[in-house]
């Protein structure tokens, strides 16, 4: 079991900068792809980014460019640095985690909110 825990939400204005941060509880270079989504109130929850364990990278489209994904294997940490924040980037965001045996695991979520 694959346990996750994210932190670094909060309130930012449009055009500012948050980094979140997802810590693993086991090896995070055991994990085959870990990944950032997020719910906006009222709308489904949708895939943000993803890493997986030999670093190939994946951002949806509408982060690209201003969301950038990082890791610290000795803190078994995954990151996602955020600039030029938006109102529409409003969400929880949810970290997840493909297991080596395929299973996927969530983190309970961190708020951030967008807004002046």
């Known amino acids: 079991q694959v346990q996750l825990a994210e932190s670094g939400g909060g309130l930012v204005q449009p055009g500012g900068s948050l980094r979140l941060s997802c810590e693993a509880s086991?090896?995070?270079?055991?994990?085959?792809?870990m990944s950032w989504y997020r719910q906006a109130p009222g709308k489904e929850r949708e895939l943000v980014a993803t890493?997986?364990?030999?670093?190939?990278?994946f951002y949806t489209s509408s982060v690209k460019g201003r969301f950038t994904l990082s890791r610290d294997n000795n803190k078994n940490t995954l990151y996602l640095q955020m600039s030029s924040l938006k109102p529409d980037d409003t969400a929880v965001y949810y970290c997840?985690?493909?297991?080596?045996?395929?299973?996927?695991?969530w983190g309970k979520g961190t708020l951030v909110t967008v807004s002046s």
């Open positions: 997840n985690a493909v297991a080596s045996d395929n299973s996927r695991h």
């Open positions: 086991t090896d995070i270079l055991l994990i085959n792809a």
């Open positions: 890493l997986t364990r030999s670093g190939s990278t």
